[in-house]
C-alpha cells in the first residue's frame, strides 16, 4: 500500500514510525514531516519522503494523493480534519483515515460537545454554553466564580481559563467574549464547574459503530516539574497510569463509549477516528471535560510504542467499518515519554539550535526518540519548534521506562533545552 501522513510533530513520527513497520507499506510520504520522519526507513528499505505542504494545505495535499495514487491517506492533526480533509478526499474517491468534518465538530466547538453529552447522559461538568457576556458572568457567579471558562472553537489549546473567584471570572468571560482573545473561537463559550481529580487521557479507536478502548495514560501539561508554570501542549506522557485498573476502565469506557456511539448514530455523526477524551476521576465518578477527535501528542508516542498490531491494518478497519473483527493486542511493558523543548516555550524561543547526541541515544534499548519540531539545516538537525523531541523508552514497568527514558535524554544536548524531570513520577 502506497500511504500519506500529515502533520509534522512528534505524534506523526510515532505514526510514520509503527506504520513503516508494517509488511502492507511499499511507499509511505509524509507531509510536511520533519528530520527525524526523513531518517525513517519501510521493511523493503525505501526511505520515508517528506513533501513540502503544509497540514492545513488542502488542495495540494489532494493533488499530492491523487499524484502518487495513494491507497491511504492518515491525518495526525485536528485542523485539517476540522477543515474537512476527509470529506474532500472521499469526495474524490480517496480513502482517508480520521473524522469527518462533522464529527471534527466534538473537537472544534465545545459548545457542540457539551450539547451532546447533555443529551446522550454522557457524565460530565455541570456547565452552560453562553453567546452574551452578561449572562455568561451571571451563571459563573452560581459556581461561586469557581469555574473553568472555555472558547467555543479551536484556540490552538489556549482557549481555556480556570478561574478562583468571581473577578477573574468575569475577566476571563471579558478576554474571550469581549476583547476578542481567541478571535471568532470566543463568539460562545461553556462555562464548567471547576472539578478536582485526577485526569488522565483515554483513546479510543471508532469505525462508525464499534469502539475499543485503549490502555490508560496521562499527559503533563504543565511546564515545570510539580505541575507548575504555564499550560503547554503537552510535556510528557506514560502509559499505562495505576490510577485505573483494568476493571474501571471497562466500565469508564462503558459509561462514555456507548452513550456516545448512539448519540452519533442518532444524530446521523460517522465517527471514524481516534476519540481522545480527556477524563477528571472525581470523587463522584469519571467526568469528561473536553472530546478530542485524533491521536493525543504525546500520547500517541507511548501507545504506539506498545501496540503490537499491525497499525495499517487497523486504521485501514477503523475508515472501513470493519474494526469488530480485530483485537487490540498490547504490550506489557510499560512506556514513558519525555519532551525535551527549546528554552522559553510555551513562550517566544529560538530556532535553528544544533542538536547533539542524537546517535547515542539511537544505539540505546528500547528506546526511540521521536522528533517533533526539528529540521535539517547543512547536514546538521537542529531545533525547529517548541517541542522538539519526545524521548520515549519502554520498560518491564514505569520504573525501569522511566529510568531508560531519562538515560536517553542525558545523552542529548541542545542550547537551552528544557524538559520535566518528573514525568511518570506520580505514578510512582
Ligand atoms: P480542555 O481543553 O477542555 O481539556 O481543558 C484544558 C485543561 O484544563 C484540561 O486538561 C484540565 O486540566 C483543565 N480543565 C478543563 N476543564 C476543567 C474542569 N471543568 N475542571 C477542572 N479542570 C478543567
Same mark, same amino acid.
Not at 461561586?144 to 471558562?149: E, S
Not at 542538536?355 to 521521536?370: M, N, Q, R, S
Given at each position: 500500500?502506497?500511504?500519506? &501522513?500529515?502533520?509534522?510533530?512528534?505524534?506523526?513520527?510515532?505514526?510514520?514510525?509503527?506504520?513503516?513497520?508494517?509488511?502492507?507499506?511499499?511507499?509511505?510520504?509524509?507531509?510536511?514531516?520533519?528530520?527525524?520522519?526523513?531518517?525513517?526507513?519501510?521493511?523493503?528499505?525505501?526511505? +520515508? &519522503?517528506? +513533501?513540502?505542504?503544509?497540514?492545513?494545505?488542502?488542495?495540494?495535499?489532494?493533488?499530492?494523493?491523487?499524484?502518487?495514487?495513494?491507497?491511504?491517506?492518515?491525518?495526525?492533526?485536528?485542523?485539517?480534519?476540522?477543515?474537512?480533509?476527509?470529506?474532500?478526499?472521499?469526495?474524490?474517491?480517496?480513502?482517508?483515515?480520521?473524522?469527518?468534518?462533522?464529527?471534527?465538530?466534538?473537537?472544534?466547538?465545545? +459548545?457542540?460537545?457539551?450539547?451532546?453529552?447533555?443529551?446522550?447522559?454522557?457524565?460530565?461538568?455541570?456547565?452552560?454554553?453562553?453567546?452574551?457576556? %452578561?449572562?455568561?458572568?451571571?451563571?459563573?457567579?452560581?459556581?461561586?466564580?469557581?469555574?473553568?471558562?472555555?472558547?467555543?472553537?479551536?484556540?490552538?489549546?489556549?482557549?481555556?481559563?480556570?478561574?478562583?473567584?468571581?473577578?477573574?471570572?468575569?475577566?476571563? +468571560?471579558?478576554?474571550?467574549?469581549?476583547?476578542?482573545?481567541?478571535?471568532?473561537?470566543?463568539?460562545?463559550?461553556?462555562?464548567?464547574?471547576?472539578?478536582?481529580?485526577?485526569?488522565?487521557?483515554?483513546?479510543?479507536?471508532?469505525?462508525?459503530?464499534?469502539?475499543?478502548?485503549?490502555?490508560?495514560?496521562?499527559?503533563?501539561?504543565?511546564?515545570?516539574?510539580?505541575?507548575?508554570?504555564?499550560?503547554?501542549?503537552?510535556?510528557?506522557?506514560?502509559?499505562?497510569?495505576?490510577?485505573?485498573?483494568?476493571?474501571?476502565?471497562?466500565?469508564?469506557?462503558?459509561?462514555?463509549?456507548?452513550?456516545?456511539?448512539?448519540?452519533?448514530?442518532?444524530?446521523?455523526?460517522?465517527?471514524?477516528?481516534?476519540?481522545?477524551?480527556?477524563?477528571?476521576?472525581?470523587?463522584?465518578?469519571?467526568?469528561?471535560?473536553?472530546?478530542?477527535?485524533?491521536?493525543?501528542?504525546?500520547?500517541?508516542? &507511548?501507545?504506539?510504542?506498545?501496540?503490537?498490531?499491525?497499525?495499517?491494518?487497523?486504521?485501514?478497519?477503523?475508515?472501513?467499518?470493519?474494526?469488530?473483527?480485530?483485537?487490540?493486542?498490547?504490550?506489557?511493558?510499560?512506556?514513558?515519554? &519525555?519532551?525535551?523543548?527549546? %528554552?522559553?516555550?510555551? %513562550?517566544?524561543?529560538?530556532?535553528?539550535?544544533?542538536?547533539?547526541?542524537?546517535?547515542?541515544?539511537?544505539?540505546?534499548?528500547?528506546?526511540?526518540?521521536?522528533?517533533?519540531?526539528?529540521?535539517?539545516?547543512?547536514?546538521?538537525?537542529?531545533?525547529?519548534? %517548541?517541542?522538539?523531541?519526545?524521548?520515549?523508552?519502554?520498560?518491564?514497568?514505569?520504573?525501569?521506562?522511566?529510568?531508560?527514558?531519562?538515560?536517553?535524554?542525558?545523552?542529548?544536548?541542545?542550547?537551552?533545552?528544557?524538559?520535566?524531570?518528573?514525568?511518570?513520577?506520580?505514578?510512582?
Amino acid at each position: 500500500m502506497k500511504i500519506l &501522513v500529515i502533520g509534522s510533530g512528534g505524534r506523526e513520527h510515532a505514526l510514520v514510525w509503527k506504520l513503516a513497520q508494517s509488511p502492507h507499506v511499499t511507499e509511505l510520504w509524509c507531509a510536511p514531516g520533519n528530520a527525524g520522519i526523513a531518517e525513517e526507513r519501510l521493511r523493503n528499505g525505501r526511505k +520515508v &519522503v517528506c +513533501v513540502d505542504f503544509a497540514a492545513d494545505d488542502l488542495p495540494s495535499l489532494l493533488g499530492c494523493a491523487q499524484i502518487n495514487k495513494t491507497d491511504l491517506t492518515v491525518v495526525g492533526p485536528d485542523n485539517p480534519l476540522a477543515l474537512g480533509i476527509v470529506d474532500l478526499f472521499q469526495a474524490n474517491g480517496l480513502k482517508i483515515w480520521g473524522v469527518n468534518q462533522k464529527a471534527a465538530q466534538f473537537e472544534s466547538s465545545k +459548545v457542540f460537545s457539551q450539547k451532546f453529552m447533555e443529551k446522550y447522559g454522557i457524565p460530565t461538568a455541570s456547565a452552560g454554553t453562553f453567546s452574551e457576556a %452578561g449572562p455568561a458572568k451571571a451563571f459563573c457567579a452560581t459556581l461561586g466564580g469557581k469555574c473553568v471558562v472555555k472558547a467555543d472553537g479551536l484556540a490552538l489549546g489556549k482557549g481555556v481559563l480556570i478561574c478562583n473567584n468571581q473577578a477573574e471570572a468575569e475577566k476571563a +468571560v471579558d478576554e474571550i467574549m469581549v476583547t476578542k482573545a481567541f478571535g471568532a473561537a470566543g463568539t460562545r463559550v461553556v462555562i464548567q464547574e471547576f472539578l478536582e481529580g485526577i485526569e488522565v487521557s483515554l483513546h479510543a479507536l471508532c469505525d462508525g459503530k464499534t469502539a475499543k478502548i485503549f490502555p490508560t495514560s496521562q499527559d503533563h501539561k504543565r511546564a515545570l516539574d510539580g505541575d507548575l508554570g504555564l499550560n503547554t501542549g503537552g510535556m510528557g506522557t506514560y502509559s499505562p497510569t495505576p490510577f485505573l485498573t483494568d476493571a474501571q476502565l471497562a466500565e469508564v469506557a462503558k459509561k462514555i463509549l456507548d452513550p456516545f456511539m448512539r448519540g452519533c448514530v442518532a444524530e446521523g455523526i460517522d465517527y471514524r477516528g481516534i476519540l481522545y477524551p480527556g477524563v477528571m476521576l472525581t470523587k463522584n465518578g469519571p467526568k469528561i471535560l473536553e472530546f478530542n477527535a485524533r491521536f493525543g501528542d504525546p500520547e500517541t508516542q &507511548v501507545y504506539l510504542t506498545r501496540l503490537e498490531n499491525d497499525l495499517v491494518e487497523l486504521l485501514d478497519a477503523s475508515a472501513s467499518g470493519t474494526l469488530a473483527k480485530h483485537e487490540l493486542k498490547w504490550k506489557s511493558e510499560a512506556s514513558v515519554c &519525555v519532551i525535551m523543548a527549546s %528554552g522559553g516555550y510555551p %513562550g517566544n524561543y529560538p530556532k535553528g539550535k544544533p542538536i547533539l547526541g542524537l546517535a547515542e541515544a539511537t544505539k540505546l534499548p528500547h528506546t526511540k526518540v521521536f522528533h517533533a519540531g526539528t529540521a535539517l539545516k547543512d547536514g546538521q538537525i537542529v531545533t525547529n519548534g %517548541g517541542r522538539v523531541l519526545g524521548v520515549t523508552a519502554l520498560g518491564k514497568d514505569l520504573r525501569a521506562a522511566q529510568a531508560a527514558a531519562y538515560a536517553a535524554v542525558e545523552t542529548i544536548q541542545f542550547e537551552g533545552a528544557h524538559f520535566r524531570r518528573d514525568i511518570a513520577a506520580k505514578a510512582l
